[in-house]
């Protein structure tokens, strides 16, 4: 039995759940400083982003150092593809995407092609078909 997919951004299309939202302001209250300084609240500031993280890597059954918060979507999908293609260093050198990907998606596979970004990997667009699945056969 495989585990239920997690989805942890609304992209601003759903209300911040009330506890999320009283952690969220008590973070800002107590840990509103930059966590990669050395001064007492930016140690603070780590202690609960590194807390945060700890949690939610057990909420999600994952080790805390194979979870990365991010700023935005954008930023998400750029680490993604960069991950992918550098992952398939061992397998291959092409990281399969459909066509129709989310446009930060498709921006980072257009960059990383002209960049050759993650040591030489590319990308590779396939036709996605009416139920926007992109098969491979």
């Given at each position: ?28 209250d107590d ?44 930023t998400a ?24 990907e ?8 257009r ?27």
């Amino acid at each position: 039995m495989s585990a239920s997919p997690v989805y942890l951004d609304a992209a601003t299309a759903a209300p911040t759940h009330p506890v999320a939202r009283q952690a969220l302001l008590a973070a800002l209250d107590d840990g509103w400083s930059d966590p990669g300084k050395l001064y007492t609240q930016a140690r603070r500031a780590r202690q609960l982003l590194d807390a945060a993280r700890e949690a939610t890597a057990q909420t999600l059954g994952v080790r805390a150092d194979e979870l990365s918060f991010t700023p935005s979507g954008t930023t998400a999908a750029h680490g993604a593809v960069l991950g992918g293609l550098a992952g398939r260093h061992r397998v291959g050198s092409t990281l399969v995407h459909s066509a129709i990907e989310h446009s930060a998606v498709l921006h980072w596979t257009r960059r990383a092609r002209r960049t050759r970004a993650a040591r030489g990997g590319r990308p590779g667009a396939r036709p996605a078909n009416r139920a926007g699945r992109a098969p491979m056969s």
